[in-house]
C-alpha cells in the first residue's frame, strides 16, 4: 500500500498518506489543522510533522462526524475534547514499533454500510458523504492510476455507488446530492482516462450508445475508458440515443460492434437490438454486420437473438477483444 515506506523511524504518518487512508484531500487536513488544531502534534527533525496514532484516532473522530453532516468547527471541538480522544493529541500516548500500532478502525462509520470492502473505497465514501468533491477527484485518479480502470470500478466505484444508493433510498431525499456529486466526479474521471488514451488501432470504431428512453450512462462511460485504455476506437453516444440517429450511425460508421445499454426493462428494447444486428453494408458478396452487445440490467431475461449478452465489464472486454481480433 506504500504507507510503511511513508512512517518515519519514530512511526509517524506523512500527510498525504492519511489524506489517501481518510479519504481527504490534503489540503482539508492542513485547513483543519490550522482552523481547528486537527493535525499531527509530532515534529520529525524539527521541520517535518507526522501523525501519530493519537494524531489519527483524533481525526478519525472528526471525520465520522463530519460524515453525519455535524458543521466542522463543531466537529473538531467534539473530536478533541471527547473521552475517546483525551491525551490522543499528545504523542507520548503512542508506544511500541510501527508495525504494532493501530491503523484507524477498519469499522470507522462512515453513514454507508459497504461490508467487505478496499480501504479505498472507505475513504472514497468518507470523502462523497462530506461534499469533499476534491478529495473525491483525487481518490479516483488515484484509484484508476494504482489499480488500472477496470479494477478501480469493480472494487472501488460500484460498490460506493451502489452504497450511496442504498442510503439515499432508505433515507427519503437526504442524500440526494451525494448521490449527484459522487456521480459527477465518477463521470469526469472516467472521461478524463478516456481523453488520454494509446494509440488508436487502426480500423472500423466501437459505437457505444443508451437505448432510447435511457439516461444511466455511468456503466457505458466505464467501457468507454477502459475500451480506449486497450486503443480501441471508440464512439461514445450517451443518454437516449433516438432510434433513427442510431440507425443512422451505424449506416454511416460501419461500427465493428454495438453496445447497447439499458439499465431497466421498460427501456431494454428487444426488436431494436435485432434492427441493430440486422444492418449490413459494404459491396455484394462482402457484406458486413456489426456484433451487438446487450449490456445492463434491463435485458434480462430471454435472450436476445443475433445480439451477445455480457454480465461484467470484463465479459464486455473480452467479446470486444475476440471481434476485433478476427
Given at each position: 500500500m506504500g504507507t510503511d515506506l511513508e512512517r518515519t523511524e519514530q512511526g509517524g504518518l506523512t500527510t498525504g498518506a492519511v489524506a489517501?487512508?481518510?479519504?481527504?484531500a490534503p489540503t482539508t487536513l492542513r485547513s483543519w489543522d490550522r482552523r481547528y488544531g486537527i493535525g499531527p502534534a509530532a515534529h520529525v527533525g524539527g521541520k517535518h510533522r507526522r501523525w501519530t496514532a493519537g494524531d489519527i484516532a483524533v481525526l478519525a473522530r472528526m471525520c465520522d462526524l463530519t460524515s453525519t453532516g455535524l458543521?466542522?468547527?463543531?466537529a473538531a471541538r467534539l473530536a478533541r475534547t471527547t473521552p475517546a480522544a483525551e491525551g490522543a493529541m499528545h504523542p507520548t500516548t503512542v508506544t511500541g514499533p510501527p508495525a504494532q500500532r493501530r491503523s484507524p478502525r477498519r469499522g470507522a462509520r462512515t453513514g454507508l454500510q459497504l461490508g467487505d470492502v478496499r480501504q479505498e473505497?472507505?475513504?472514497l465514501a468518507r470523502a462523497a458523504l462530506r461534499l469533499d468533491a476534491e478529495a473525491v477527484d483525487t481518490l479516483l485518479a488515484a484509484a484508476i492510476a494504482d489499480h488500472g480502470l477496470v479494477?478501480?470500478?469493480?472494487e472501488v466505484v460500484v460498490p460506493t455507488l451502489l452504497a450511496v444508493g442504498r442510503k439515499w433510498e432508505s433515507s427519503g431525499e437526504r442524500y440526494v446530492e451525494v448521490e449527484h456529486l459522487l456521480s459527477w466526479h465518477v463521470s469526469s474521471a472516467l472521461r478524463r482516462a478516456h481523453a488520454a488514451p494509446p494509440?488508436?488501432?487502426?480500423?472500423?470504431?466501437?459505437?457505444?450508445?443508451?437505448?432510447?428512453?435511457?439516461?444511466h450512462t455511468l456503466p457505458l462511460e466505464a467501457l468507454a475508458a477502459a475500451l480506449a485504455e486497450r486503443g480501441f476506437p471508440v464512439r461514445m453516444f450517451g443518454a437516449a440515443l433516438p432510434v433513427e440517429a442510431l440507425d443512422g450511425a451505424v449506416r454511416r460508421m460501419g461500427p465493428v460492434a454495438v453496445v447497447l445499454w439499458a439499465q431497466s426493462r421498460?427501456?431494454?428494447s428487444r426488436p431494436l437490438a435485432q434492427h441493430v444486428a440486422g444492418i449490413s453494408w459494404g459491396v455484394r458478396g462482402a457484406r458486413r454486420q456489426p456484433l451487438v452487445l446487450v449490456a445492463g440490467p434491463g435485458w434480462a431475461g430471454a435472450p436476445v437473438a443475433g445480439a451477445v449478452r455480457?454480465?461484467?465489464?470484463?465479459?464486455?472486454?473480452d467479446a470486444l477483444e475476440s471481434v476485433r481480433s478476427r
Open positions: 489517501r487512508r481518510f479519504g481527504v458543521p466542522p468547527a463543531e473505497c472507505r475513504g479494477t478501480a470500478w469493480n494509440v488508436q488501432s487502426a480500423g472500423p470504431p466501437v459505437l457505444l450508445a443508451c437505448v432510447p428512453g435511457e439516461g421498460t427501456t431494454a455480457p454480465l461484467t465489464l470484463e465479459e464486455a472486454i
